[in-house]
């Protein structure tokens, strides 16, 4: 009863104070059951509010509502929590607690060698301390919910080659991918169709990376080229490097109004930072030489700093107006394959995200691409993970030591790709050995196994609100998993062979993926909006029904009109105001105002064949009377 007290006081000059009063009363009023004494802690491990007394069968929306009353929170926001390091994935408390418990002494009975059965485990119950303070941290969540992935909502086909690579525009409206078949494909996503094909390469398409202002789009080729284009025109090709390209990165929106600068990673152990410009003596800046063997990944950071990994073991990170090394990073045993950063995302997508905000000016943007790189970064930084052959991942924060935060040991196999999730809270990683783990990226303590895959994981990609995330294996398949329940959510078959590649848009309305099938898959989503203002409710529905209608006009356009004359007979056909275009697998003849005639022999009859057909695109449609 004093603990209950104490909250009125807290919350009395609170608005809508009754209302959120009787919430918080029936949480902690609620239950007869067995009560435990508590304190919610904030992740900087600063305590929020009193210590409250608790039923031990609270569920975590109960919990959820009395944070936002000690918060004082006029808009709800939803939170995960978390218990002894450990996230209650549970409906109630107790049964998280029930676990713990149960672990603990599985642990006991192990370490004394006894034997332990199903039903000595049933057996033990519930112990709760009532002199002993539990400590439950709070993380606040996305206030959308980005719906889970159910199916392929088209077969893009177009490539004849294996698709290598795929990549999302800042925006979310264009789909980039890269085949074996060296070309560069742009898919418009509101129409599922293909907007125009790159040729400028004579090798693989294995790299692409958008500007974070979308204007410029690099792609990087085994024929030792960079090519850069704008829309669909290719305005500048880099050919320094001696060796196929690795990777490319463009540096942040929030560093370089232009985003006119990008580095290049290469296997002839080099790095390059390039400038798009007209004057060819100025397109390379600086050389990054330092590694001795393959530079398979490089990034561009929010800081303004280049890390490089290779297979001569180590990372190092560069200034990229000197071209000289600040740190060099070593732990690895073996080659280092890939890099993430904790603010990959927001440094992808620059101004751009769910909200579609509308800016007066290109500065207003670069500092909301600013305000977006600190919100993630925040006070702890921008935090490094490598992932190399070795089976393990280093955790490094650059910017404090040149030591690891820590060394990331479980994986049976090669590690070939990891991700920091957008809210740069948890670290996923991809391997040879069929699983996907989860790390905290706080401290590199490992969370869970994803296991369901039954080949090699090649890839993955997180939903922009970091509740699922997308693998794509070597066994056809994608797969979709919750990070709250750490579960498969969905199987995804939809491809034939090997899936290299896969993404998901800054947007978080598609995701892709691109197979050794020589075909890319799409899927189209749209958010729910779990806790949102009302201009942030409308900007989304806004978006969600736009591309729906473009959906459906789309599907309107595809019907035909067929007319056939047969046996010397003659008929017109007069057609007012209106035009039909028609699926390009087909054979048409086209007239505007006139009439066509074909013949062809058959074993019947010697027939005249008229047929109407009117091609034409919606931006270019004609009416036409005949």
Not at 141 to 160: E, I, N, P, W, Y
Not at 233 to 243: C, E, P, Q, V
Not at 561 to 587: D, I, N, R, T
Request: charged share 25%; hydrophobic share 40%; net charge positive.
């Amino acid at each position: 009863k004093a603990t209950v007290s104490v909250l009125y006081w807290t919350h009395r000059e609170m608005p809508a104070s009754k209302r959120k009063m009787s919430e918080v009363e029936e949480v902690v009023e609620a239950s007869d059951k067995p009560t435990l004494y508590a304190r919610f802690m904030a992740e900087d491990g600063t305590a929020t509010g009193p210590k409250v007394q608790l039923a031990v069968d609270v569920s975590t929306a109960q919990m959820e509502t009395l944070v936002n009353g000690l918060l004082q929170q006029t808009d709800k926001v939803p939170y995960s929590f978390f218990v002894g390091g450990q996230e209650v994935t549970t409906d109630n408390l107790a049964e998280h607690l029930k676990s713990q418990q149960n672990q603990k002494w599985l642990d006991k009975m192990k370490s004394e060698g006894r034997r332990v059965t199903q039903k000595l485990l049933d057996q033990q119950a519930l112990q709760v301390s009532a002199e002993e303070e539990y400590e439950i941290t709070y993380r606040p969540q996305a206030v959308f919910k980005v719906r889970s992935l159910t199916r392929c909502t088209s077969a893009l086909s177009g490539h004849s080659e294996a698709v290598l690579v795929c990549s999302f525009s800042p925006d979310g409206n264009v789909l980039a991918t890269g085949s074996g078949d060296k070309t560069v494909r742009l898919w418009d996503l509101n129409t599922q169709t293909p907007m125009a094909t790159l040729t400028g390469h004579t090798q693989w398409v294995q790299v692409l990376a958008w500007s974070a202002n979308g204007k410029y789009l690099a792609s990087g080729s085994k024929d030792r080229k960079i090519c850069i284009w704008q829309g669909t025109k290719l305005i500048a090709t880099f050919s320094n490097h001696k060796a196929w390209i690795n990777a490319l990165s463009w540096e942040p929106f929030h560093k370089n109004l232009e985003c006119d600068r990008l580095v290049s990673a290469s296997k002839d152990a080099s790095g390059i930072v390039w400038k798009v410009t007209k004057a060819k003596a100025s397109q390379m800046q600086r050389s990054l030489a330092g590694h001795t063997a393959s530079v398979t990944s490089v990034k561009w950071g929010g800081l303004g700093l280049i890390y490089t990994s290779s297979q001569d073991r180590s990372v190092m990170v560069w200034d990229p107006e000197t071209g000289v090394p600040s740190k060099r990073l070593e732990g690895h045993a073996h080659w280092v394959n890939s890099l993430a950063l904790n603010t990959e995302l927001v440094l992808r997508s620059g101004a751009y995200d769910h909200t579609e905000k509308v800016f007066g000016s290109p500065v207003e943007a670069q500092a909301y691409a600013k305000e977006r790189f600190e919100a993630v970064a925040g006070e702890a930084g921008e935090k490094v993970v490598s992932c190399s052959d070795d089976h393990t991942l280093f955790l490094w924060d650059p910017s404090k030591t040149n030591k690891p935060v820590a060394r990331m040991v479980g994986h049976q196999g090669v590690v070939c790709f990891v991700s920091f999730a957008p809210d740069g809270k948890t670290i996923a990683s991809a391997s040879f050995d069929k699983t996907v783990k989860l790390w905290n990226a706080a401290d590199g303590k490992f969370i869970a196994n994803l296991r369901g895959h039954v080949a090699a994981v090649y890839h993955v990609a997180w939903s922009i609100d970091s509740r699922q995330i997308l693998s794509s294996s070597k066994d056809t398949t994608l797969k979709l998993w919750s990070m709250k329940t750490k579960k498969l959510i969905n199987d995804l078959p939809g491809h034939a062979d090997e899936v290299y590649a896969c993404d998901w848009s800054p947007d978080g309305l598609t995701a892709c993926s691109g197979s050794k099938d020589k075909t890319v898959c799409t899927c189209f989503l749209f958010f729910t909006v779990i806790h949102a203002t009302g201009s942030h409710l409308e900007t989304l529905n806004q978006k969600v029904q736009k591309k729906k209608r473009k959906k459906k006009a789309r599907a309107k356009e595809t019907h035909t009109l067929s007319y056939f004359l047969f046996f010397f007979s003659f008929s017109g056909s007069y057609q007012k105001e209106e035009s039909v275009a028609a699926p390009p697998s087909l054979s048409y003849i086209i007239v505007s105002r006139q009439f066509f005639f074909f013949f062809s022999l058959s074993p019947f009859c010697f027939a005249p064949l008229y047929c109407v057909e009117v091609l034409e695109e919606e931006k270019r449609r004609k009416k036409v009377k005949i």
